[in-house]
């Protein structure tokens, strides 16, 4: 068998499970789609700033891994959905770190995730919280574990970890567990962004700004109160 002919099976698998696991993952790309959509909200207000990159790289990551969830290549849906909060956090970290960001662009300087999400001074640290958003404070010690272990999870797949292996003889098949753990992981990764993005930018916005991110954030934060106050004073 040639390389050509073995890539063409491998397609020929794939499209054959593609109409099944589009149906199993039907909650989850309706979910994926959502968050895809609001992160273009976020980024149709936030102000112009070469940093919005990467919170656009992420975007796009969101949707490959989505992409890649129901074409059953679960390994690589986890791994992007990790890049996607990577560069989440690396956006919102270069907003207010513009020589790390320049440092970044001259690849001179890694984006690391123990950096951005560092408690003392990453995106989810008590000095963001107040510096931008200081009634927040004791609903970022929450996000910060969150977001630990949302990594965590994904990191998962991305390090290899055995129990990540489908280890049976089929190596392309709809797996209901990884299609479980992968919504759940999309889920919290939907709190955990809005939450973040809310906390930096959300006392920037002028009114028609936050009447347009409004119905995002309430959507996955309508339980913290310093938000719904804030949201609902800024009317």
Known sequence: MTAEEYIKSVNTQIQGLFGASLNENKSILNLGVDVSKSLQTWLEVIPDSRYKLLLSNGRQSLELSLISQTYCIYRNAFSLLRLSLEMLFGGIYFSTNLLDFIEWTNSSKDLNWSTINDPNNGVLS??????????????????????????????????????????????????????????????????????????????????NKLEQVEPIVLESLNHIIPITQFLSKAK
């Open 126 to 207: 008590h000095r963001f919280y107040n510096a931008f958003f200081p009634e927040l404070k004791e609903a970022t010690d929450s996000y910060l574990t969150k977001s630990k272990l949302l990594y965590r999870d994904l990191s998962e797949y991305v390090h290899g970890n055995h129990d990540t292996w489908i280890t049976e003889s089929e190596a392309l098949k709809i797996d209901k567990n990884e299609i479980e753990q992968f919504e759940k992981c999309l889920k919290s990764f939907q709190e955990i962004s809005n939450f973040a993005l809310s906390l930096r930018f959300l006392k920037e916005f002028n009114s």
